[in-house]
Every structure is written in structure tokens, then in C-alpha cells.
């Protein structure tokens, strides 16, 4: 069997919000503490994959106790997935080999701008040498839609409309895995649905609509399109209260969605 667990099912902000005195960033109830969206998978075939590196990665990586990874996929090259990683430098100290991660074109080329120390070493210390506590060893790969291997994994990417740029979707056998985008073509959820998922995480801000990603009533609706097993709400946004969420969602007849947890994790197969 695989396993995914989720690392943060929160927005860019994080749930609470710095400053906010809102019912949900104040809660005590767990459920509603998020990091920054971010997931991982371990394999069947022993490989474990990072799912973007949030700035809350550190964090999340040793509430899992993870100890090696094989490869990491950057959905798309917003801060809240991509600015944690730095804090894969520790995983180049237990080899020489370089991490890979992969990501569209378009991202890669932001990672390259905006981490040069990384992905401009050659660059950057062509006339000074490297010191102190060193640079994370990362070598960058392109991805584009369609079958792709990730850690000898098979993948299937799909691009989606996010802001003013696209963001990666893929399935990984019975897993779909759908994270920041404002609709979904046609084209791809028939390519979900084909799949007979056993678990779907889909993008779910709040429940309102908003210019760059997933309300309540739009995923719900891809949900019944794409007809998995089990679906689960992620990127969710501090209006978004856990019990209020999950009893609207029974009251509805939804009985297979759930919001997803920070540090919950799923078998599939």
C-alpha cells in the first residue's frame, strides 16, 4: 500500500492568522490549527516524495518523524509552496547526491530567480568558496503534463488556471491530488474520473467564490464529478471552522468529504 499524509491543510497565511481574533483563528480545537499546504508520500515501492515545501516545512517534517526523501514535486512557485526549501539542506548532509525536484517550467525558473544560492551555485561562488553551514544540494527538473516518472514513480500531471499562472494536479495510482486553481477543464477531471480514485484532495478555500481557487460549492461539485472514494478539502482558509465545516457537509448528504488534518494520514492503493 501507499500512504499520503498531509503535512498542512492550511492557506498561505497559516491558520490562525497572525493578528486575528476570528472564532477559528482562537480555537482550541486542534483540528483547527493548519500550516501551509504541503503533503507527503511514502510508496509502495519504498520511495518517499515530498509534495511542495512550505515555509512551514520544518515543522512538518519532524512531526513525521522523515528521515529521507527520494524526490520533491513543486505544484507551483508560490511562496507558501515553495520558500521552505531551505530547509531541505539537512537531507544533502547525510549524501552527496542531490535531491531532485520537480516542477513545471515556468516554476523552475522562479526557484532559479528566487534561490540563486541554490540553483546558481556555480554562479554565485564561481569567485567565492562555499561557507558556514552550506547550501541545500538540489538539482531541478522540468515536468510536463502527461506521464512523468518521479523516483522511478509513475505520475500523470495536468496543468490547472491559478492567478496569473497554472498549477500543477497529478494522480499517483488511486490518489488524485489537486491543490490551487480556480476550475478544473473538463479534460482533466474526465482523466480523475477515469482513475476511480480511492482518495482525492482537492483545493477548498472558503465558501465563497474567489479569483484563484476552489469554494465549497465548486469542489463539491468536482467531487461528484470525479466520483472518488473519499475526498478531502485542503487549502483551507481561517473561515473554515472543522466541526461547522464537517456537519454542513453531512447535513448535505456528503458523507465521503471531509476537511483534511495536519498530520493525517491515508493508505491507498
Known amino acids: ?130 561557507i558556514g553551514g552550506g547550501i541545500p544540494l538540489l538539482d531541478l527538473h522540468p515536468i510536463l503534463p502527461g506521464p512523468n516518472l518521479v523516483a522511478a514513480e509513475n505520475f500523470n500531471f495536468q496543468a490547472l488556471p491559478h492567478g496569473h499562472g497554472e498549477s500543477l494536479c497529478f494522480i499517483h495510482q488511486k490518489l488524485g491530488y489537486i491543490i490551487d486553481c480556480r476550475e478544473i477543464p473538463e479534460t482533466v477531471l474526465e482523466r480523475f474520473r477515469d482513475a476511480k480514485l480511492e482518495i482525492l484532495v482537492i483545493d477548498c478555500l472558503r465558501y465563497k467564490p474567489h479569483q484563484t481557487h476552489l469554494h465549497l460549492e465548486l469542489a463539491l461539485k468536482y467531487i461528484e464529478q470525479i466520483a472518488p472514494k473519499i475526498a478531502l478539502l485542503t487549502h483551507l482558509g481561517h473561515e473554515m471552522d472543522y466541526l461547522e465545516l464537517t456537519n454542513l457537509l453531512r447535513k448535505q448528504g456528503n458523507r465521503n468529504v471531509f476537511p483534511a488534518i495536519d498530520g493525517q494520514s491515508f493508505l491507498y492503493s
Open 1 to 130: 500500500m501507499n500512504k499520503i499524509t498531509i503535512l498542512g491543510s492550511g492557506t498561505s497565511t497559516g491558520v490562525p492568522i497572525l493578528g486575528c481574533n476570528c472564532s477559528v483563528c482562537k480555537s482550541n480545537d486542534p483540528r483547527n490549527k493548519r500550516l501551509r499546504t504541503a503533503a507527503l508520500l511514502e510508496t509502495d515501492q519504498h520511495k518517499t516524495i515530498l509534495i511542495d515545501a512550505s515555509p512551514d516545512l520544518r515543522a512538518q517534517l519532524l512531526r513525521t518523524q522523515t528521515t529521507k526523501l527520494d524526490a520533491v514535486i513543486i505544484t507551483h512557485d508560490h511562496a507558501d509552496h515553495t520558500h521552505g526549501v531551505d530547509d531541505l539542506r539537512p537531507f544533502s548532509f547525510q549524501t552527496s547526491e542531490a535531491l531532485p525536484v520537480f516542477a513545471d517550467v515556468h516554476a523552475l525558473d522562479s526557484l532559479t530567480t528566487k534561490f540563486p544560492y541554490i540553483f546558481q551555485r556555480e554562479k554565485v561562488f564561481a569567485e567565492r568558496p562555499v
